[in-house]
């Protein structure tokens, strides 16, 4: 079987130039931008590179046992000056946060992506919107590199693939994907114990919300929605942080002869945030854009100046008449 081929000599041209690099993952970064960064990092370690990696935001938990993942700064700690800034999994420049401050400490500026909604802000940019994982370009570029692919840099290859495509299950997983993941468990990478950590093992405290969580769940229209609800008080009474909500949203839909489900949360600044999921072929992104919000036809989400139960029950509404529509 013949492999894909990225037209990827611009971005490799840069990366050999550069002596200095820093490298920069998005806002709320996730398995695949950290994953990416840590991979191409050790690549480049290798090649007498010197690295920096920014992050405006805190490495999630679940992530901190990656190789190098110790190594984050926030962007306010670097006064130094870098031939290279490259961008990884960062769609637009807004993703950047204020990491965008280092643009001016740096000669050339890239970045490496797979979001089909890229804006194309660098001086090179390296863009293919139909890898369902950016970690899969960053596999390929150590490749064509001549960078050998250890254990450790298979870890951080296969956390970021797997988180990207819901352990290759998501509709955008490609034949790549899998083949790209046997590589990398061929390295013996411990992917196994990887998954444990990211997928399994919870803080008490975020398994306290989730019960909380499930106690609130509700069935609507015959049982074809569902909506789940956190208000302020359950996040301090379980001494859970906001991010602890983030592995909540997919129960509602899980649940057998559901095809929508909506989760409102209380956020600090008094909005309720409302992520809403559907299965195909319903869509929630009309339910989303009726909020001012956003996102995918399957997943979206929006931040509205309701109270609690008022904005779960026009979100349940809403979804509906979306209902009806599809049908
Ligand atoms: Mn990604």
Redesign the pocket.
Known sequence: MTRLMRPLDGILAVLREARTIAMVCHVNP?G??IGGALALRLGLIKMDKQVSLFCQDKIPDNLCFLPGAEEFRMPEASGQHYDLLLCL?VSDEKRMGRCSALRAQADVFAQVD?HGTNTRYGMVNCVDGTAP??CLIIYELLQRLGCEITTDVALCLAV?LST?TGNLTYKSTTPEAYRVMGDLLETGAPIGEAYRRIYRERPPRQVALLARALESLTFHDEGRITSIRLSSQDFEACGALPEDANIIVNYGLDVLGVCMSVFGREQADGTVKLSLRSIDPYQVSGVAQHFGGGGHAQAAGASVQLPLDEAVRQAVECMKKELEKTE
């Open positions: 996730d695949d931008t999994d797979h994982a950016n970021g990207d």
